[in-house]
């Protein structure tokens, strides 16, 4: 119908970076924060296969970074999702949603909605060199 909207399109999306870079002793340093937040959204354009499946929540999901460098190598330890947010990215039913969705008691068949959800929290560690 007119003004449906589109499928994982939210209403409001925001990726916001902060890094700052300074120098700690004979090293290039720097400390980076990230945030990606996101409002709900469609998981289908079509009406009735969307009110099976429903809405992907809204989330924010936090990164931060910190890292040290010199000429031609580097080091940088991580965490990405930190608080371990369970945002989700998709939602699909395994075979048609009529048949196979019942997320919402829609339909009688006791289907199954799945989710793609992001990525859990990660901590780790980069080294690079440059030849």
Same mark, same amino acid.
């Given at each position: 119908? %007119?003004?449906?909207?589109?499928?994982?399109?939210?209403?409001?999306?925001?990726?916001?970076?902060?890094?700052? =870079?300074?120098?700690?002793?004979?090293? @290039?340093?720097?400390?980076?924060? +990230? *945030?990606?937040?996101?409002?709900?959204?469609?998981?289908?354009?079509?009406?009735?296969?969307?009110?099976?499946?429903? @809405?992907?929540?809204? $989330?924010? &999901? /936090? %990164?931060?970074?910190?890292?040290?460098?010199?000429?031609?190598?580097? *080091?940088?330890? $991580?965490? =990405? !999702? /930190?608080? %371990? #947010?369970?945002? #989700?990215?998709?939602?699909? +039913?395994?075979? @048609? #949603?009529?048949?196979?969705? %019942?997320? *919402? =008691?829609?339909?009688? &068949?006791?289907?199954?909605?799945?989710?793609?959800?992001?990525?859990?929290?990660? /901590?780790?560690?980069?080294?690079? !060199?440059?030849?």
């Amino acid at each position: 119908p %007119d003004g449906t909207r589109m499928p994982i399109s939210p209403k409001f999306k925001a990726n916001i970076i902060g890094r700052f =870079d300074f120098s700690l002793c004979t090293l @290039d340093a720097h400390i980076q924060g +990230a *945030l990606v937040a996101q409002t709900k959204a469609r998981s289908d354009l079509r009406v009735l296969n969307a009110s099976i499946l429903g @809405d992907q929540p809204g $989330y924010a &999901s /936090v %990164d931060f970074s910190a890292g040290i460098g010199r000429n031609n190598w580097s *080091l940088e330890i $991580y965490a =990405d !999702n /930190v608080f %371990d #947010e369970r945002g #989700e990215v998709g939602r699909f +039913a395994q075979c @048609d #949603e009529t048949i196979c969705g %019942d997320e *919402l =008691d829609v339909t009688s &068949s006791g289907g199954r909605v799945y989710t793609i959800p992001i990525k859990p929290r990660f /901590v780790g560690i980069k080294f690079s !060199n440059k030849f």
